[in-house]
């Protein structure tokens, strides 16, 4: 009976899945109909201003995805900006009925247009997509200019120079040149923006010592962290049926995607004395996971339950490649384990190691990968000094810190001041 059950659920779920990708499938061509059908709006906008100032997120990070450093940013913008956001939702995942929270700032303005798949393969439905994101917002802005443009990705390169503003920023939060067919595309837009930007972040070091000398005012802006937020979790309130599993925990949480090393999971997973718990939506171009019986693929979890899900780690782990655009990444996961006073393994990424190496413990191959888990997990006074380090660089840093120091330059540019440094 209850294989019957399940089997007749699972139908169900590709059903809708189904139903739910051919109704977005014709709105996406509608839209996209009345974008090809209004050319001129742009144009008609170009210098129509809100009367207080305002900042528009173009961004690759979908609004309704796992929350990461475009979400905080947007929201921890000091009170006095109008802020909006604009992300495409592809096809697929609108199927898969993906759906964000409500902005946590009062007034803020989201917009999630759909957009189509495949847009790496093909370049026809990458210029397709710029039409439906710029579209999309200029009809959230309502007529209105922004005062400044933030924008996080080549692939967004064309409705970014295409509005109207008086500041553009590049936000570089992570390297996406190794982009398969997109590759060379990707790289002319790139060069695009370092030439129109007024100001580049970076989202890590790797990434400002890789593009210097790519632009006058570029910088390295640290991410930051909910502290209280991720401090504040308790194991008897976990998700997802984490109370549930056999301690200990060994946990991560983030997307499931290609900077996975996929070998070193399956080496975790070996160890059956222990949980191997991944948080997180599973994407397509994820390693083969391992299946093992003390291995739980746990699905995405809302942001508001991550802590309670991060109390019932015993610990924490960065289990990432160290090649290709990997190398580049400093996750802004590590400070939240911190927050979570919880000990971090991770692999040798290069900012980890040496902006965090005083709090994670460090791992150079699979072998030193596990006896580094279980030491942390078996000798808490060792690992203590660690984890005490890890709170109090968590504490020093915070979203709303990141998100003055670029509003900062943001206004001291368009005032003609100067626009270097980083923050404190």
Known sequence: MAGRLGNRNAIEARLGFALRLAGGGALLAARLARCLAAPARAKALAEARSPCRGVLFLS?????????????????????????????????????????????????????PL???????????????????????????????????????????????????????????DDQLDAGAASERYRRDEERLFQAADLVFTGTQSLLE??????PRMEFLPGGCDYEHFAGGTAERAPLGLKGLKRPIVGFFGALNERLDG?????????????????GPRYRTAPPL????????????P??????ALAAF????????????????????????????KPVVSSAI?????????????????????ALVRRAIQDPAWVRPRVEAGQRLARARSWEQAAAHMAARIEERWAGGPSAGGPA
């Open 115 to 173: 957009a189509f798949p495949g847009e790496r393969r093909f370049a026809l439905l990458h210029a397709a997509n710029d039409r439906l994101v710029l579209d999309a917002a200029l009809r959230l802005l309502d007529g209105r200019a922004p005062d400044a443009v933030v924008v996080n990705s080549p692939a967004l390169a064309r409705p970014a120079l295409r509005m109207a503003k008086r500041v553009l920023v590049y936000d570089l939060m």
């Open 60 to 112: 690759f990070i979908e609004w309704s995805g796992a929350r990461q450093r475009p979400h905080h940013l947007a929201e921890r913008f000091p009170p006095e900006w109008d802020v909006a956001y604009v992300s495409a939702l592809r096809l697929h995942h609108f199927a898969a009925g993906r759906k964000g929270a409500a902005p946590k700032r009062p007034g803020m303005r989201v917009a999630e």
């Open 314 to 341: 015993d610990a924490a782990i960065i289990p990432y490649r160290t090649e290709g655009a990997a190398r580049f990444v400093n996750p802004v996961k590590t400070l939240e384990y911190f927050a979570g006073g």
């Open 303 to 308: 942001y508001e339950a991550l802590p309670d």
């Open 210 to 215: 890789d593009r210097r000398g790519r632009h």
């Open 290 to 301: 391992p299946h093992s019986s003390n291995v739980r693929l746990l699905g995405p979890c």
């Open 350 to 370: 290069p900012d980890v190691e040496r902006l965090q190496g005083e709090a994670v413990l460090i791992a150079r191959d699979p072998e030193e990968f596990v």
């Open 263 to 279: 070998p070193l999971l399956a080496r975790l997973a070996e160890e059956r004395d222990w949980t191997l718990a991944l948080i």
